[in-house]
């Protein structure tokens, strides 16, 4: 006989998400991995501490303090990339283009 889980893709996907989002927030607060690793260790066991828990709405007040966390922690300056969008090298020396120039002096 299997288990069936009461949650969805969807549910699972947004625990995962919100788990991602704490992580990088204290991350962001905390660049050195020596000290941010407790921290990441912490908030894994959080979330293991409401695993079992299978009623909509108290995983729903769960879910509401943890995003209500989320948001009073936010770090001001999140950290950035360098290549990615927004960051300090975001399309930097990108190459060149290799398409035929626009003739404008050409009868179109």
């Known amino acids: 006989m299997t288990a069936v889980s009461p949650f969805t893709a969807a549910h699972r996907l ?3 998400s919100l788990y991602r989002r704490k992580l990088k927030n204290a991350l962001d607060w905390t660049i050195r991995r020596d000290i941010w690793r407790p921290q990441a260790l ?11 828990v299978s009623d909509p709405r108290a995983l729903a007040l769960i879910f509401d303090r943890a995003e209500a966390q989320l948001a009073a922690n936010r770090h001001p300056d999140p950290y950035t990339y360098p290549t990615a969008p927004g960051g300090t090298k975001w399309e930097r020396n990108l190459p060149p283009r290799t398409d035929e120039p626009f003739d404008h002096e050409a009868d179109h």
């Open 42 to 52: 912490q908030i894994r066991a959080d979330f293991e501490r409401n695993r079992n």
């Open 14 to 16: 947004y625990v995962k």
